[in-house]
Structures are given as structure tokens and as C-alpha cells.
């Protein structure tokens, strides 16, 4: 197979651990990272379609609404409207590239509380917006928090979790994305009923800003960063809670310290070691698979669907409420991707969402193309409208069992400790520099591209689902510290790491 094979030895620590409490809790703590991010990604759109946040913010967009003969594709066509959505992505990017750095010195946990904070502030200046200033730079503040959470959230997931189970913890976090976007999209709805329910939806951000920096306090710090810190004691009591196996702990432990020894006295820049030649394939992965991710387009989706629901005839309350069934189907089929993920492996999931969401993509550009045409002058028939609703419903199912979560399970994964949080902050920077750069441009696109820009989709889809297929090892069940066997047994990539680096120390076989 294309993706080569592996096995690894089943008495390495971790595998025997217990799924204590713990565990559970600190995991549901960290992914729910997620939930500012989703809630961010949801609320823009819907608050785009509220009139009074229009005439105060956007009137020229109510003034095309008004015209009938407008080309529907290009109603929602504003550069200033897509800044307002594409600057919290902006503001990601810059903030995941300095929480690398950060996630060292402070460790995950602070970086969370952080995060939170920042995001928290962004809230309160987006409520209470009386100019467009003042709303972008409320969104500026929220993608800060998004940019540390989303940095920092991956990485505790993989350190915390027991291999076992890695890949449904992992997913928790793509959960709490599908939850945080569902509520955004549930509140849009209720709140479009108020002349200032914009105001309450943007402020409402705050809520789970709150719950993720409060609840961040009560766990602890994960293993790897509290042995990187020299704080070995409360390392040992911090896996003593979360693996619940006390004979595992002290060889774990003595990894952990090898490891993090061998690290310290390279004395390297991570962000210069990750670009050595054994590190190739871990480099490649974390600039291709958020790359893809965003080109599969469910992020333009999520944050445009009530406009993009309203360009192809539903009313203003019906766009809200289609993007609420999609974000219900979105939350469905993350909880399929949990069970799953661990049992069948990434590979299958992923082939099996790119080649779904390929059909959907096209299926939706003839739909359109056939109804719509170029022109658009006209709205689409409530029939076309439900089966265009049907269709990103599927769509989006795919994804969310495959290319959602595995985008963020893959990097936080695969790097060793020496270039961990190197290795997710270039992962996660990729992804907010791709996000912004399509949030800003996708209405300008349907405008010009018409039905096209779902075709466009497509095609990226199909290139990524074959890369996935050649280039991608299989991760399920492998400890992050015998992760270098699965580079050195791949067709492709065993040329770079014809041996496990010096930081990548195992557990001794018995």
C-alpha cells in the first residue's frame, strides 16, 4: 500500500493506562478550545444578514438587496464586509506563531487562560461596536484568543490522551468547533427577531470565552511541558492522574526527561531544526493538511452559509434556519468521526470524506449552474433550494468525520518533542493564513465564478484525497514516541528519516 504499514510493540506504556476521570476532564477542558473558534466561525455570517447590523455597518450591501435585478451571486460582494469576517484569521495567524514560542517557556495551560482572556476582550469590544474600527478590531482581539487555543489545544490532546484513545480525544476538539458554530448559528437566529440582537449575538462570544479560561485553571499542565520546565515532581503527579497505571509512570517519566534532556542539549532553535532534512515529512504534513483542509471550502461555508443560503432563494429567517440544520448535521457527524477514528483508522476516513464531498461539490455547481445560470436574476425554486440544502448537508457530514477532525488530530501527532509546538504553530498558522485568504476573497469569487467556485472546490478536493492516499502514513494506535517507525517504513518518505533523530527516544523493548 501507497501509505505503508506498521505495527508497534503492545507493551509500551500507555497502552495498559486506565481512562481515569482526569484524563477526561483535562481532554473536555482542552478541546473545548474548539468552542471559541466554532462560535467565531458561526456568528459572522448570521449577523450579516441582520438589517439593522447592515444599515449601520454596511448599508451598501442593503441598497443592492433592494435592487431585483441585481445578480444574486454579487449581492454580498464587499471587501470591507470580508475583512470583518477574515480579520480574526489575520490575527490567528499571528498569534499561533508566537504562542509557539510562548507554549515552551509558560506551557499549555497558561496558554489556554490566555487565550480565553483575549478572546473574552474581543466580545465585549464586538457588543458594544459603534463603528466598523471598533468591530474589526473587537475581531482582531477574538482571533488572538483563537490563535493561542487553536496552537496549544491539539498539542495537550496528544500529550495528555493515552495512544489508545488519542484520535477520539483528539476529535473533541472538532466537537466543541461543531457546538461553538451550532450555538452561534442558534443564537443568530433568535436574536435576528431584536433591532440589537446583534449586539447580543456578537457579545455573547464572551460566554464561551468564560467557560474555557475558567475551567483551564482547575487542570494541570500536561507531562511533556512540565518535565521541558524542569518541574518533574508535579510531572509525576500529573501522570500519575491521567495514565491511573502506577507501574507506567516512572518509565514514561524517564522517556519524558531523555527526551526533553536530548532536546535541551542541542540547544536549537525549533523553528530552524524543523526544517532539517529528517524532519521533511513532518514539515510537508503540517503545511499540507491545513492547507487542504481549508481548500475543501467548509469554513466559507460555515461562516457564509445564511448568506450563501440567501443568495440561492431562502428568506432571511430560512437561511438562519437551514444553517442551523447544518450545523446539526455538522455536530452529528463529528460524534461519528469519535467512534470511528480509533477503529478504522485516519487514511480510511479521509479517502472515504474526500471522495463524498467531490460528489456533493459537483452535484451542487450543476444544480445551481442548471437553475441559476450565469445571470441569476432570478431566486432559485423552494424545490432546488431544499435539494442545494440537502446537498451541503452531506457535504458537510463528510468532512466532519474526516477532513475536520483529522486535520487537526495529523500535525498535533506526528511531530517529536523537539519541534512539537514548532511543528502546530506552523500547522495552525498555515491554516489561518489559508482561511484568511479565502474568507477574504470568497464572495468576490462567487460573484465572478458563479456556480464555478463549487467546481473550484472540487478539484482541490480530488488533489488532496490522492496525496492523502500516497504520502500518509497510518497513525491509529502508534505512541507518539515510537512515531518516527512510521516515516522510516513508508515507500516515500523513508529517505529523510533513515533513522529515528536524537530527541525521539523510545521505551525499551522487555
Not at 28 to 54: N, Q, R
Not at 301 to 309: D, E, G, S, T
Not at 360 to 376: E, F, K, M, Y
Not at 433 to 446: C, D, H, K
Given at each position: ?168 480525544f483528539n476529535t473533541g476538539f472538532q466537537l466543541f468547533i461543531g457546538i461553538g458554530v451550532l450555538s452561534a448559528y442558534v443564537f ?322 522487555d
Open positions: 500500500m501507497a501509505g505503508g504499514g506498521f505495527t508497534v510493540d503492545s507493551n509500551v506504556y500507555g497502552v495498559n493506562a486506565r481512562l481515569t476521570a482526569s484524563v477526561v476532564i483535562s481532554c473536555i477542558v482542552a478541546a473545548s478550545g474548539g468552542l471559541i473558534f466554532g462560535y467565531g466561525i458561526g456568528i459572522s455570517g448570521g449577523v450579516t444578514t441582520m438589517v439593522p447590523f447592515l444599515e449601520k455597518f454596511f448599508p451598501s450591501i442593503l441598497r443592492r438587496m433592494e435592487n431585483a435585478k441585481n445578480n444574486t451571486y454579487c449581492i454580498y460582494d464587499s471587501q470591507v464586509l470580508t475583512a470583518f469576517t477574515s480579520s480574526l484569521y489575520i490575527a490567528g495567524l499571528v498569534a499561533s506563531l508566537f504562542a509557539g514560542r510562548l507554549t515552551r517557556a509558560i506551557g499549555r495551560k497558561s496558554i489556554m487562560v490566555l487565550g480565553g482572556f483575549t478572546f473574552l476582550v474581543g466580545a465585549a469590544i464586538n457588543g458594544a461596536a459603534f463603528n466598523i474600527e471598533m468591530l474589526i478590531l473587537g475581531r482582531i482581539l477574538l482571533g488572538f484568543g483563537v490563535g493561542f487555543t487553536n496552537q496549544v489545544s491539539g498539542i495537550y490532546l496528544s500529550e495528555t490522551a493515552p495512544s489508545k484513545w488519542r484520535g477520539a443568530n437566529f433568535f436574536s435576528a427577531k431584536l433591532y440589537w440582537g446583534w449586539r447580543l449575538s456578537l457579545g455573547l462570544a464572551a460566554a464561551p470565552a468564560i467557560i474555557m479560561g475558567l475551567c483551564a485553571l482547575l487542570i494541570s499542565d500536561t507531562p511533556s511541558s512540565l518535565v521541558q520546565r524542569g518541574k518533574l515532581e508535579e510531572a509525576r503527579r500529573s501522570l500519575l492522574r491521567i495514565r491511573g497505571v502506577e507501574s507506567d509512570i516512572e518509565a514514561e517519566l524517564n522517556d519524558l526527561v531523555k527526551a526533553s534532556e536530548a532536546t535541551s542539549a542541542v540547544n536549537e532553535d525549533p523553528f530552524k531544526s524543523i526544517f532539517e532534512r529528517q524532519y521533511r515529512p513532518h514539515l510537508v504534513m503540517a503545511v499540507a493538511i491545513p492547507f487542504f483542509q481549508q481548500l475543501t471550502g467548509i469554513n466559507i461555508i460555515a461562516f457564509y452559509a445564511p448568506v450563501l443560503f440567501q443568495s440561492v432563494g431562502f428568506g432571511s429567517d430560512s437561511a438562519l434556519l437551514s444553517a442551523i440544520i447544518l450545523g446539526s448535521v455538522n455536530l452529528t457527524s463529528i460524534l461519528v468521526s469519535t467512534f470511528i477514528v480509533d477503529r478504522y483508522g485516519r487514511k480510511v476516513l479521509f479517502m472515504e470524506g474526500g471522495i463524498q464531498m467531490v460528489v456533493c461539490q459537483v452535484t451542487i455547481a450543476c444544480v445551481i449552474g442548471a437553475t441559476l445560470g450565469v445571470s441569476a436574476n432570478e431566486s432559485m425554486s423552494k424545490g432546488y433550494s431544499i435539494l442545494v440544502l440537502v446537498l451541503m448537508c452531506i457535504y458537510a457530514a463528510a468532512f466532519r468525520w474526516s477532513w475536520g477532525p483529522l486535520s487537526w488530530l495529523i500535525p498535533s501527532e506526528i511531530f517529536p518533542m523537539r519541534i512539537r509546538p514548532a511543528g502546530q504553530s506552523i500547522s495552525v498558522a498555515v491554516n489561518f493564513v489559508t482561511t484568511s485568504i479565502l474568507a477574504q476573497t470568497f464572495l468576490t469569487m462567487l460573484c465572478h465564478f458563479k456556480y464555478g467556485t463549487f467546481l473550484f472546490y472540487a478539484g482541490w478536493i480530488t488533489v488532496m484525497t490522492i496525496f492523502v492516499a500516497l504520502f500518509l502514513p497510518e497513525t491509529k494506535g502508534v505512541p507518539l514516541e515510537s512515531m518516527h517507525k512510521v516515516w522510516e517504513q513508508h515507500w516515500f518518505w523513508h529517505r529523510f528519516v533513515s533513522r529515528a533523530p536524537p530527541s525521539d527516544l523510545q521505551k525499551p523493548t
